[in-house]
């Protein structure tokens, strides 16, 4: 099973994470969760914000590729870069992750500034 590193995040993971036992087929993002990572999912996973905005520092060549509607969603994105991904779209393969959450999401920046 692969298993995916999450950086350190300083609500959600301070001191980092590592999920050993990631199932090849489950979306980031429902890794995270199932290991009481409470990543934000505002859209409930359907592909409509961005709030689950990941970015893959590591082992990112293993995922699905991103579809149109992703990548117009990822350009919207806070703290964009070229191994964005939204951690719902992103399907876990059978190589290792290592993965950061930004610091704010969309949401999450227009509430504190």
Do not use: F
């Not at 999912?41 to 149109?68: P, W, Y």
């Not at 719902?88 to 930004?102: G, K, N, S, T």
Request: glycine share 4%; with cysteine.
């Amino acid at each position: 099973m692969p298993r995916i590193i999450v950086l350190p995040h300083p609500d959600l993971c301070p001191e980092g994470a590592v999920i050993d036992n990631a199932e090849t087929g489950q979306s980031i993002c429902d890794a995270l969760l199932a290991h009481d990572i409470e990543i934000e999912h505002a859209c409930e996973m359907s592909c409509a914000c961005t709030t689950c905005h990941c970015i893959v520092r590591e082992g990112g060549a293993s995922l699905n590729e991103a579809d149109e509607l992703e990548e117009d969603l990822l350009d919207k994105a806070w703290g964009l870069e070229a191994q964005s991904r939204l951690s719902c779209q992103a399907i876990v393969a059978d190589e290792d992750l290592v993965i950061e959450i930004p610091k704010y999401t969309i949401n999450h920046a227009r509430e504190h500034h």
